[in-house]
């Protein structure tokens, strides 16, 4: 059991269509209710979600989630300097209230690098004024690259930090940076284990966008067959043989894809081949297809 309460529901497809292996679009409030249902069972305890998913916020608080943790996060603040404070306040507040709790695990920025930009040591403050005000246990960021955490971790003292990492893109574990992390005791979740869903479509079905990567995607179609692993089994196990972690956040269209990545962390780890990764940014980064 307390490797499944490693796992964290995304529920990004609770308000938004999402993931270029998603053929449903949003799902229905009857299938998000199904599968908040089963996490609960299954003891997965985090949920993470952003003020930018859609609906996601509201469906979730429509159900009810005061026995999970929930992790939100700030889009970009796009105005001027003087309306930071209530435009923060605004968005934490009408957060908690589509959420209908008292209180966030964990309150992340969407785009970290505004903490480096003219007003991101205001920003900062207003992070630490909610925790001091109790509406928030944790402050982070979210990242794209390992590129953005020098400058960051320099100036700032940061909670948790939510990267993406899978068989494809192993930049946070190679890079050393995870260590770091970790023996600076900020707490870490992984996102992105399936690279959006692109690691789990058939090699028939898989857009012509990736035809440019194809012998990378040979090889992982044929290190798949050679070790008898379905693509979620390679996925989840790898994700849970990276040390460190705290939670590791997969997002599911129905209960049944729920089920399939639970059966999955019994799944034994195979390690994948040293050359089975990629560092370019158009593969491995989602935002540029």
């Known amino acids: 059991m307390k490797k499944i309460e ?16 998603n053929n449903i679009g949003q799902i229905s409030s ?10 609960k069972e299954l003891s997965i305890h985090t949920l993470d979600t952003a003020i930018n998913y859609g609906e996601s916020e509201s469906v979730l608080g429509d159900h009810g989630v005061e026995e999970f943790k929930v992790i939100t996060k700030l889009p970009e603040f796009e105005g001027k300097r003087s309306d930071l ?10 957060s908690l209230f589509r959420l209908k709790i ?19 040591m205001e920003l900062y403050e207003l992070l630490q004024e909610a925790k001091s005000e109790n ?4 402050i982070g960021i979210s990242i794209y690259s390992i590129d953005e955490l020098p400058h960051l971790l320099d100036k700032y003292k ?10 494809f893109d192993r930049r946070m574990e190679e890079s050393g940076w995870l260590k770091i992390l970790n023996k600076a005791k900020i707490d870490v979740h992984l996102r992105s284990v399936f690279l959006q869903g692109l690691l789990l479509i058939p090699r028939q079905n898989r ?15 044929s290190w798949l067959i050679e070790t008898n692993q379905t693509p979620v089994q390679a996925c989840i196990s790898h994700a849970f043989a990276i040390k460190g972690i705290e939670k590791i956040v997969v997002g ?10 639970i059966h999955a962390t019994k799944s034994q780890y195979r390690e994948p081949p040293s050359d089975l990764k990629s560092f370019d940014e158009q593969l491995i980064n989602p935002s540029y297809w």
């Open 6 to 21: 490693k796992l964290a529901l995304g529920t990004v497809q609770f308000g938004l269509f999402y993931g270029v292996a």
């Open 30 to 39: 009857i299938a998000a209710a199904e599968i908040l249902t089963k996490a």
């Open 85 to 94: 404070k209530k435009w923060f306040k605004n968005q934490i507040e009408a």
């Open 102 to 120: 008292k209180r966030v695990d964990g309150l992340l920025l969407h785009k970290s690098t505004q903490l480096l930009e003219k007003y991101g």
């Open 135 to 138: 509406k928030v246990n944790r």
């Open 158 to 167: 940061l909670d948790l930090i939510q990267f993406p990492g899978n068989i």
């Open 207 to 221: 857009p012509t966008f990736f035809n440019k990567w194809s012998s990378l995607f040979d090889l992982w179609d």
């Open 252 to 261: 599911v269209d129905d209960v049944i894809q729920l089920e399939n990545i």
